[in-house]
């Protein structure tokens, strides 16, 4: 059984920054695609982040320069490192992982048709 587990959301003002976590467990799971997926409330879901294990990554155009996504060596930690935050932002933020090879970041990005899905941790910025 693969888990997910996000953490670091939490409220911030416009123009700080926050570091979302999440770490994947379970007897067999080596991730191919790692990312993370958005959902603010009455808005569709949103693809923020993807990076694979060769370390090829791909951004929605909302965040590039803003957010940066990292992933630790063992593949199985993924980090997004959110900077210059707007109110835009605010959503509900899930981690998201893949051992398949079916999508390149790009799609993934596009799809968000993830094997697996975390909780989500929740990121509000106010004004």
């Known amino acids: 059984q693969v888990r997910l587990v996000e953490s670091g959301g939490g409220s911030v003002r416009s123009g700080g920054s926050l570091r979302l976590s999440c770490v994947g467990s379970?007897?067999?799971?080596?991730?191919?695609?790692m990312g993370w997926v958005r959902q603010a409330p009455g808005k569709k879901r949103e693809g923020v982040a993807v990076?694979?294990?060769?370390?090829?990554?791909s951004y929605a155009d909302s965040v590039k320069v803003r957010f940066t996504i990292s992933q630790d060596s063992a593949r199985n930690t993924v980090i997004l490192q959110m900077n210059d935050l707007k109110p835009e932002d605010t959503a509900m933020y899930y981690c998201?992982?893949?051992?398949?090879?079916?999508?390149?970041?790009?799609?993934?990005?596009?799809?968000?048709?993830?094997?697996?899905w975390g909780r989500g941790t929740q990121v509000t910025v106010s004004l």
């Open positions: 379970g007897s067999t799971f080596a991730s191919y695609l």
């Open positions: 998201a992982a893949d051992t398949s090879r079916r999508m390149t970041t790009s799609q993934a990005l596009a799809w968000q048709d993830f094997g697996f």
């Open positions: 990076i694979d294990d060769a370390g090829g990554t």
